[in-house]
């Protein structure tokens, strides 16, 4: 059986073109990778998403949007794609349970956590090194966590670790933050965060006996070069991302860091394959542009397949 469409990723981008490839009667096969929700669904409260005054949060706006998905017969599929060939058509798209053909596929895989490649980070991950205050924060009540980072998400969820956490340290390479002005007002008024400027980890490290988890963190201010320590029981790394394309090897075009190149309709160097979210290159990383991104590549799907079935209708002139 050949698919219509595959939609591979499910971050707010994946499901909102299940959405639209739905209502268009595509009936989208949508394979959610190794997380339903992807980022968004790590987000404890998001906060500028339109039609939530209130906030909501990561996890709830997933729902959601899959409950919503599924209402117009998108196929939500828990698995995770390790390869495509979009040399032949229908496109094949290998997952861990089976193997698929389809006519369009929409590439919405994301971007993922950058790792700050420092000794100790892989041996503590888990045991003191996380990427997710929302899943991780609960375990620090009354402890002290280092966040790294100077963008929206360090700063974010260092308020957000606040809850648990007696102290937190940002530490930040430079003595400016990246993250929104709103954002940075609310956190500098934040007493339990302290500020850790032009600095660096440079290791992580556990107490003598290691299993025992995080103990401390190897700093270096970068503009003294003046070196120190700082005891802290969690490191929470936010240092942006990388996107997820690694499983398309050179299938289409990607730009010098990874990233999925893509016209403004979201079309990919391979007709019929489309790409949405933060896996394309230049845009904007947010759920309300990763949702834009998500219904446009869906409509281009329909648009393809209908010109492939001779179903099209003609292009609006006015
Ligand atoms: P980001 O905006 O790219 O910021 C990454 C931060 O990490 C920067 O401050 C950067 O420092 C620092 N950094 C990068 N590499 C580093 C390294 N090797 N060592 C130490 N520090 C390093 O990433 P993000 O905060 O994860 O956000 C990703 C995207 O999602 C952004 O577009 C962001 O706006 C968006 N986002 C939005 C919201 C929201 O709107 N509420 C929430 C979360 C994320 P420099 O500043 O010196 O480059």
Same mark, same amino acid.
């Given at each position: 059986m050949v698919e219509d469409l595959i939609v591979i990723g499910s971050g707010p981008a994946g499901l909102t073109a299940g959405i639209y490839a739905g209502r268009a009667q595509l009936s989208p096969l949508l394979i959610t990778g190794s997380a339903l929700g992807g980022q968004m669904a790590l987000t404890n409260e998001i906060e500028n998403y339109p039609g939530f005054p209130e906030a909501i949060s990561g996890q709830e706006l997933t729902q959601l949007m899959q409950k919503q998905a599924e209402r117009f017969g998108t196929r939500v599929e828990m698995d995770e794609v390790t390869g495509v060939d979009f040399s032949v058509h229908p496109f094949k798209v290998k997952t861990y349970a089976q193997e698929y053909e389809a006519k369009a596929v929409i590439i919405a895989t994301g971007a993922s956590p950058h790792k700050l490649g420092v000794p100790g980070e892989e041996e503590f991950a888990g045991r003191g090194v996380s990427y997710c205050a929302t899943c991780d924060g609960f375990f620090y009540q009354n402890r002290t966590v280092i966040v790294v980072g100077g963008g929206d998400a360090a700063v974010e969820e260092a308020m957000f670790l606040t809850k648990y956490a007696s102290k937190v340290y940002l530490v930040h390479r430079r003595d400016r933050l990246r993250a929104e002005k709103v954002t940075q007002e609310r956190a500098f008024k934040n007493e339990k965060i302290e500020w850790v400027w032009d600095s660096v980890v440079t290791e992580i490290l556990g107490p #003598?006996?290691?299993?025992?988890? @995080?103990a401390q963190a190897h700093i270096k201010n970068v503009k003294t070069g003046e070196e120190s320590f700082l005891k802290a029981d969690g490191v929470f790394i936010y240092i942006g991302n990388v996107p997820n394309t690694q499983f398309l090897g050179e299938q289409v075009e990607l730009n010098e860091r990874g990233y999925i190149v893509t016209d403004r309709k979201c079309r990919t160097s391979v007709p019929g394959v489309f790409a949405a979210g933060? @896996? *394309? #290159?230049? @845009?904007? *990383?947010q759920i309300a542009t990763a949702v834009g991104s998500g219904a446009m590549a869906a409509m281009e799907a329909d648009k393809f397949i209908a010109e492939l079935e001779g179903t099209a209708y003609p292009e609006r002139t006015t």
């Open positions: #003598e006996n290691k299993n025992e988890g @995080v933060d @896996v *394309q #290159e230049w @845009v904007l *990383q």
